[in-house]
C-alpha cells in the first residue's frame, strides 16, 4: 500500500512523478477579488479563479475574508465552497464572532487562525501563543468539533511554537515575511529560524503550513530546507506572476519550485 505521505502527481505529458512529501499548494484568491471590487461587476469572477486553480493543479484555494470585505466577500466564500474539489482554506480574525459562524456555516477543510488587528492592510504578526494560550484552547476545539483542521499563525519563535502545541491546534502556519525580506541577504540566515521552528514543530507532532510573500525566488528553498512542510498558501506574488505569465503557467511554475529537490 502506497504511504499516506508519498503523493502522486499528474502532470507533463504523460509521466507520473511520485513524489514524496511534496508540500501542497494552495492559491490564495483574495487579489482576484481586490481587482474585481475595485470597479464593481462580476470580473474577474473569483470563483472562476478558484474552479481554474484547482484545473491547473493548485492542491488547494485559501480564502481570507476581511471583516471591511474589501477583497474576498463573506457570499463568495459560500460560492466558493460549493465549487471545491481539493483542500479549502479559511483564514481571518477568530476574535469576530461574523467570522466564527461563516468558517462553522461553509466547513472548511481547515481554518487559519491569525490575529489580525482592526482594519490592518495585511498580516503582518502570528499569535503571541503564551499571551492567548487560554484563548486559543478555547476557540480551537469549537472548530475541530465542526471537522474542521485548525492551523494558527505563528512567527518563527520556539516559544512560541512551544507554546502552540499547547492549545491543541493541529498545526501552525509559519508567518514566513520575514523570511521573504532577508532572502535575498542571505539565504541560509534568513531560513535559520524556520528551520528550528520547524523542527521543534515536528516534535511536537504539529502539522507545518506556511504563508506570506513567498514567491518564486524564494519558495523553492524554504520547502527544501523544511521537508516537513505540508502546504504553503501563496496569493500575492503568484497573481501578480499570472499577469506576466499567465494564471495557468503561473500555478504550474509555483508548483515546480515545491518539486524541486535539495
Ligand atoms: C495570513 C496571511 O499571511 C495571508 O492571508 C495574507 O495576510 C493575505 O491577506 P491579504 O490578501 O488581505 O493581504
Ligand atoms: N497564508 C498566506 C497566504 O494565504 C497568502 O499570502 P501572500 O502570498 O498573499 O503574501
Known amino acids: 500500500m502506497i504511504p499516506t505521505h508519498v503523493r502522486c502527481l499528474a502532470s507533463e505529458g504523460s509521466f507520473f512523478f ?7 499548494l494552495s492559491v490564495n484568491i483574495n487579489k482576484f477579488a481586490t481587482l474585481r471590487n475595485s470597479r464593481g461587476g462580476n470580473n474577474p ?3 472562476k479563479a478558484a474552479v481554474d486553480a484547482q484545473l491547473f493543479g493548485a492542491d488547494g484555494v485559501t480564502v481570507h475574508p476581511r471583516p471591511d470585505e474589501r477583497h474576498i466577500r463573506y457570499q463568495d466564500v459560500r460560492d466558493i465552497k ?12 477568530c476574535r469576530e ?6 468558517v462553522l456555516e461553509t466547513k472548511p477543510h481547515q481554518v487559519t487562525l491569525v490575529p489580525d488587528a482592526e482594519g490592518q492592510l495585511t498580516s503582518d504578526h502570528g499569535w503571541d501563543t503564551i499571551r492567548y494560550r487560554d484563548y486559543l484552547k478555547e476557540v480551537i476545539p469549537v472548530f475541530q468539533k465542526a471537522g474542521i483542521r485548525v492551523s494558527i499563525f505563528v512567527d518563527p519563535v520556539i516559544e512560541m511554537v512551544n507554546s502552540a502545541a ?4 493541529d498545526r ?5 515575511e520575514g523570511y521573504a525580506k532577508s532572502f535575498h541577504a542571505g539565504k541560509e540566515q534568513a531560513i535559520a529560524p524556520y528551520v528550528a521552528a520547524a523542527k521543534r514543530a515536528a516534535e511536537l507532532k504539529l ?5 506570506h510573500d513567498l514567491d518564486l525566488e524564494n519558495l523553492a528553498w524554504f520547502a527544501q530546507q523544511i521537508p516537513a512542510l505540508d502546504e504553503v498558501s501563496i496569493g ?14 503561473a500555478v504550474q511554475l509555483y508548483k515546480r519550485q515545491l518539486m524541486a529537490k535539495k
Open 18 to 24: 511520485i513524489i514524496l512529501g511534496m508540500a501542497k
Open 172 to 176: 501552525i502556519e509559519l508567518y514566513t
Open 82 to 93: 460549493k465549487i471545491i474539489t481539493t483542500e479549502f482554506n479559511i483564514e481571518g480574525n
Open 207 to 211: 502539522g507545518i503550513n506556511a504563508g
Open 97 to 102: 464572532q461574523k467570522f466564527i459562524d461563516l
Open 236 to 249: 500575492h506574488a503568484l497573481v501578480c506572476d499570472a499577469l506576466y505569465l499567465g494564471y495557468e503557467n
Open 166 to 169: 499547547e492549545t491543541g491546534t
Open 45 to 47: 469572477d473569483v470563483v
